[in-house]
Structures are given as structure tokens and as C-alpha cells.
């Protein structure tokens, strides 16, 4: 959305399986998602589920905001894993 914003999230991890992100500060408090993994042959897909609010949006520009995040966070980390290889 153009903003910068301080959250604090808890993320708990359980491999091999997932995580779950709770946010507990911040204008998305109250969101609570579970991103799990799923064996794709030599890739592995990611599914993420969840409840999510942001403080002064409705639903749809909510969602917009979350799919965006997602995305952002998808290219950084397939970016990351590249420069590993």
C-alpha cells in the first residue's frame, strides 16, 4: 500500500510440515495464518490458509494486500535461492 508499518509477528515452526504466523502488534493484529509445504517431485509447493486483517481495510483490499506480501515474499525467496545454487 505505498506505507511502511512496525508489526510483530510469532512465527512457529514445524518442519518438515509448515509454520504458523501470528500477528500480535501492529495494524494486522489478529491475523493468523498456516503456510504448509507439499512435495512437488524436485519442488516443493506452498499453501497458505489463514484469517487475516488490516485496520481500516475492507475484505477485498485486504486480500489484495496479502496476495501482494505473498508474492513479494515468493520472488525474494526463489531470488535468494538462485544465488545459492
Known sequence: MGKQVKVKIRNTIFPPVGYVSEHVEGPTAGSKAFAY???????????????FTIAGLDEKAVRDAVLAQMQAVFDEDNANLKRMK
Open 37 to 51: 509445504y507439499t512435495p512437488k517431485g524436485d519442488k516443493t509447493g506452498i499453501t497458505v490458509v489463514g484469517d
